[in-house]
């Protein structure tokens, strides 16, 4: 079964640091691009990044671009979102998902890990 | 960027109704277009890739249409299952974008 599984959201303060993890199982990891989505509570669905499928090629949302880094480490079969300088804008669920490259669908996705950035 | 305008925000339907959700697009975008539908407390799930192309293991009563700009998720025979927010998502350029999501609520 493809499986990910997102892991270290936490609650931090304004101008804090956090790193987030996606384990994925169950296909060949490194044959994919993957991407972060977040979700603010109630709200609707916003890209964040992407990472080609050898950690080549990176892309970020505006809303992030030099704050975040994302990264992955094919041999432990994981994704990483570093996430620095955050704000209070930046609480939400972010999901890791597989992607069919970079312009293509999402699928799929994990079950999401929260971040509330909260003083 | 790319906006992504859904429409209805809300609709309130009953079962074996036939629901159309629209998407259009602030240009054209092919057929770089993707629905997909979020349950409370879940993931969103793809339903439709590339306007028009199913997925298996989705039932068969999704459907989508459109290109260019304009673009239909259709839902024939609804169920009860299908209470969810759907969401289209563009592929055509950076940055990324989805619509705003359409919440069905089944009467």
């Known amino acids: 079964e493809v499986q990910l599984v997102e892991s270290g959201g936490a609650v931090v303060q304004p101008g804090g640091s956090l790193r987030l993890s996606c384990a994925a199982s169950?296909?060949?990891?490194?044959?994919?691009?993957m991407h972060w989505v977040r979700q603010s509570p109630g709200k609707g669905l916003e890209w964040v990044s992407f990472?080609?499928?050898?950690?080549?090629?990176?892309y970020y949302a505006d809303s992030v671009k030099g704050r975040f880094t994302v990264s992955r480490d094919n041999s432990k079969n994981s994704l990483y979102l570093q996430m620095s300088g955050l704000r209070t804008e930046d609480t939400a669920l972010y999901y890791c998902?597989?992607?069919?490259?970079?312009?293509?669908?999402?699928?799929?996705w994990g079950q999401g890990t929260l971040v509330t950035v909260s003083s | 960027e790319i906006v992504l305008t859904q429409s209805p925000d809300f609709q309130s339907v009953t079962p074996k109704e036939k629901v159309t959700i629209t998407c259009r697009a602030s240009?054209?975008?092919?057929?770089?277009l993707h629905w997909y539908q979020q349950k409370p407390d879940q993931s969103p799930k793809l339903l439709i890739k590339?306007?028009?192309q199913s997925l298996s293991g989705v039932p068969s009563r999704f459907s989508g249409s459109g290109s260019g700009t304009d673009f239909t998720l259709t839902i024939n025979s609804l169920e009860a299952e299908d209470a969810a927010t759907y969401y289209c998502?563009?592929?055509?350029?950076?940055?990324?974008?989805f619509g705003q999501g359409t919440r069905l609520e089944i009467k």
């Open positions: 998902a597989r992607g069919g490259g970079l312009l293509d669908w999402f699928d799929p």
């Open positions: 990472v080609s499928w050898d950690g080549g090629r990176r």
């Open positions: 169950g296909f060949t990891f490194d044959d994919h691009a």
């Open positions: 998502h563009q592929s055509s350029s950076l940055p990324i974008t």
């Open positions: 590339y306007a028009s």
């Open positions: 240009q054209s975008i092919g057929t770089s």
